[in-house]
């Protein structure tokens, strides 16, 4: 199921009111801009994440499955290169952000959250596949015996 034009926009405004919050020093805006916008990242995400928990529970209830096609290994492995590109990069674009550390300690904090990103990332991926197949190969109603 595709998503509607309004949760598009909402996922939009959310991102951008994050990337807003991260660069708003480099942007010239003062640092009382960082709370506003924290906020409103999430002011867009509530309502994306209610909006795309009901269109499962519909499609659940409608006997089809939680989602039309299950994630590939090739979704799985951009996502992972993805969180490893951004969480190894942090060294080049966290002084944009206004973190001033040393070069050693950018690069330790670097190491770590790659690996954190990457464990939580591996261990969510194989909970969700495995709720995605159990939810699917289960009947959906219980036949009483009797």
């Not at 405004?13 to 801009?33: C, E, I, N, Y």
């Not at 928990?53 to 519909?58: F, K, N």
């Not at 952000?97 to 190491?111: M, N, R, Y």
């Not at 690996?115 to 969700?128: D, G, K, P, Q, T």
Request: proline residues 9%; positive net charge; hydrophobic residues 55%.
């Amino acid at each position: 199921m595709k998503p509607s034009a309004f949760e598009s926009i909402l996922s939009l405004a959310a991102s951008v009111s994050g990337l807003l919050a991260v660069f708003h020093k480099p942007l010239g805006l003062a640092d009382t801009w960082e709370w506003p916008f924290l906020i409103l990242v999430f002011v867009f995400l509530i309502p994306l994440l209610i909006l795309q928990r009901r269109h499962r529970a519909t499609r659940l209830a409608a006997g089809l499955p939680p989602l039309e096609k299950p994630p590939t290994k090739r979704r799985f492995w951009l996502f992972l290169f993805v969180i490893v590109a951004a969480s190894v990069s942090g060294p080049l674009w966290l002084p944009s952000t206004g973190v001033v550390i040393p070069a050693s300690t950018e690069i330790v904090t670097s190491i770590i959250s790659c690996a954190l990103a990457i464990l939580v990332f591996v261990l969510s991926w194989r909970y969700w596949n495995k709720s995605l197949t159990n939810r699917s190969s289960q009947p959906l109603a219980a036949v009483p015996k009797g």
